[in-house]
């Protein structure tokens, strides 16, 4: 959410100069860094709670999750005639969508609201309904079983 409050800061700021931000999540497991803090394969993802647990050597659409299909994006993002500031935007594997944030109508606890308050509220607070949060700590996860059905047509390719 940081990452995000800014960018729409610098967006906020920079539109009377024509300045545009926008945020990437990409989706890439060829790229340097993911090497560097992964050297032994996908210890990242494993030793996890069993519904958060991926591998990604079992993935047979990971193949697709490169660095050369985020750059369409990011390039598209930086062009001067890019339409849009402010937004938050996937690429992965190919599949581009926006992400947006949204809120529940939450309930007021008071002048002075305690933990307590919060607690017994959470629920309220949190909404009803199960909405997957596709921005929180799990967005990767989430984001291969998401797209994995939509990649798909890309692995025979």
Same mark, same amino acid.
Request: glycine letters at 10%; a negative charge.
């Given at each position: 959410?940081?990452?995000?409050?800014?960018?729409?800061?610098?967006?906020?700021?920079?539109?009377?100069?024509?300045?545009?931000?926008?945020?990437?999540?990409?989706?890439?497991?060829?790229?340097?860094?993911?090497?560097?803090?992964?050297?032994?394969?996908?210890?990242?993802?494993?030793?996890?709670?069993?519904? @958060?647990?991926? #591998?990604?050597?079992?993935?047979?659409? /990971?193949?697709?999750? +490169?660095?050369?299909?985020? $750059?369409?994006? &990011? =390039?598209?993002? @930086?062009?001067? #005639?890019?339409?849009?500031?402010?937004? /938050?935007?996937?690429? +992965?594997?190919?599949?581009? $969508?926006?992400? &947006? =944030?949204?809120?529940?109508?939450?309930?007021?606890?008071?002048?002075?609201?305690?933990?307590?308050?919060?607690?017994?509220?959470?629920?309220?607070?949190?909404?009803?309904?199960?909405?997957?949060?596709?921005?929180?700590?799990?967005?990767?996860?989430?984001?291969?079983?998401?797209?994995?059905?939509?990649?798909?047509?890309?692995?025979?390719?």
């Amino acid at each position: 959410m940081g990452v995000i409050g800014l960018t729409r800061s610098i967006a906020w700021e920079g539109m009377r100069f024509g300045i545009k931000a926008n945020v990437i999540a990409p989706a890439a497991f060829d790229s340097r860094i993911y090497a560097e803090i992964n050297p032994g394969g996908d210890a990242v993802l494993t030793g996890r709670p069993p519904e @958060l647990q991926v #591998s990604l050597e079992a993935a047979e659409f /990971v193949s697709v999750y +490169t660095a050369s299909r985020v $750059t369409p994006l &990011a =390039l598209t993002l @930086l062009h001067g #005639s890019c339409p849009v500031t402010a937004e /938050v935007y996937s690429a +992965t594997g190919g599949y581009f $969508t926006r992400f &947006a =944030l949204s809120h529940t109508e939450g309930t007021l606890l008071g002048v002075v609201p305690t933990v307590d308050d919060v607690v017994a509220h959470f629920g309220e607070i949190r909404g009803k309904g199960t909405v997957t949060n596709e921005l929180d700590g799990e967005a990767l996860v989430w984001g291969l079983q998401s797209f994995a059905p939509r990649l798909k047509p890309l692995v025979a390719l």
